[in-house]
């Protein structure tokens, strides 16, 4: 069965603490991989798509990473706008257009 | 303003009665998918159409149903509602059938059944 699973459910850093957030994933063929920030009472937000391991994707303090297995979004230098549950999600190989999403992981950046 | 307009924003209803969520794509896009967010659950897929015809379909309820119209806006039609219906419902779009680009969420409705 394909599945996403990301870690932590939650995550607090102090501004300008580094740090990444996993996505695991286990999918029949890898169509793409994407990365969305959604923030409270809002729809989510494209952030990044991945296809293929060893691709990486940078937008201002955020880089996503891509294995065969998981997928990882590095914060650099996070600022208290950076706050938002960012969500993974999978497109499977065969799938028309329709995505398996994560449940997403909290991120609190305090000043 | 990300270009996906979703009305209502919120409804509140009683069970066993029926509402239905209303879609316009940004402009352009030809694709609309349906989800479904809920606290335990996260984001589930819910049904997809292109260019009015159903491309893809979910854990969609048979309770639930959605059709895509001639200028593309969508509905999603809840009907026999139950507490547990009660949700985020996001639409989006995306130009073709496919999500590589990513898509354009709505601000969603929030539906609550009481």
């Known amino acids: 069965e394909d599945q996403v699973t990301q870690s932590p459910e939650a995550l607090r850093l102090q501004e300008g603490e580094s740090s990444s957030l996993n996505c695991s994933y286990t999918?029949?063929?890898?169509?793409?991989l994407f990365w969305y920030r959604q923030d409270p009472g809002k729809g989510p937000e494209f952030l990044f798509t991945?296809?293929?391991a060893g691709e990486e994707k940078e937008k201002e303090r955020l880089k996503a990473t891509l294995t065969k297995k998981e997928s990882f979004l590095h914060i650099t230098a996070p600022k208290p706008e950076d706050s938002a549950t960012y969500l993974c999600?999978?497109?499977?190989?065969?799938?028309?257009?329709?995505?398996?999403f994560g449940k997403g992981t909290k991120l609190s950046v305090k000043p | 303003d990300s270009g996906v307009t979703q009305t209502p924003k919120h409804l509140i209803t009683a069970t066993g009665q029926r509402v239905t969520l209303r879609c316009s794509p940004r402009?352009?896009?030809?694709?609309v998918y349906w989800y479904q967010q809920s606290l335990d659950q996260g984001l589930q897929f819910l049904i997809q159409?292109?260019?009015?015809?159903?491309?893809a379909k979910g854990n969609i309820l048979e309770r639930f149903s959605a059709q895509q119209f001639p200028d593309l806006h969508s509905e999603l039609n809840l009907s026999s509602l139950e507490l547990g219906d009660s949700a985020l419902y996001f639409c989006?779009?995306?130009?073709?059938?496919?999500?590589?680009?990513?898509?354009?969420f709505g601000s969603g409705t929030r539906l609550t059944v009481v």
């Open positions: 159409y292109y260019n009015g015809e159903e491309r």
């Open positions: 989006a779009s995306s130009p073709s059938g496919q999500a590589n680009y990513g898509y354009t």
């Open positions: 999918v029949s063929g890898l169509r793409g």
């Open positions: 999600a999978v497109q499977p190989r065969g799938s028309q257009g329709n995505l398996i």
């Open positions: 991945l296809y293929s």
């Open positions: 402009s352009g896009d030809l694709s």
